[in-house]
């Protein structure tokens, strides 16, 4: 399909505001799952953190009891 002018190719045969409206809702939508998508690992790399630290601070209790009922 060819158009004589930018303002043709915009107005799409009197399709354009279907058209440009059908790509700004794609666009979105793309957009929209990859903000979830980043807000999501966000959220999980902090949970798994906070996890490490709980685990990692237990253990160290741990240790140290074992040396006290050691000493």
Same mark, same amino acid.
């Given at each position: 399909?060819?158009?004589?002018?930018?303002?043709?190719?915009?107005?799409?045969?009197?399709?354009?505001?279907?058209?440009?409206?059908?790509?700004? #809702?794609?666009?979105?939508?793309?957009?929209?799952?990859?903000?979830?998508?980043?807000?999501?690992? #966000?959220? %999980? %790399?902090? $949970?798994?953190? $906070?996890? $490490?630290?709980?685990?990692?601070?237990?253990?160290? $209790?741990?240790?140290?009891?074992?040396?006290?009922?050691?000493?």
């Amino acid at each position: 399909m060819s158009f004589d002018s930018f303002s043709d190719f915009l107005v799409m045969g009197g399709h354009g505001l279907y058209v440009w409206l059908c790509y700004a #809702t794609g666009l979105f939508v793309l957009g929209a799952n990859w903000f979830a998508a980043r807000a999501a690992r #966000t959220g %999980m %790399m902090k $949970q798994l953190a $906070q996890r $490490q630290r709980r685990e990692d601070a237990l253990e160290q $209790q741990m240790d140290r009891r074992e040396r006290e009922s050691k000493a």
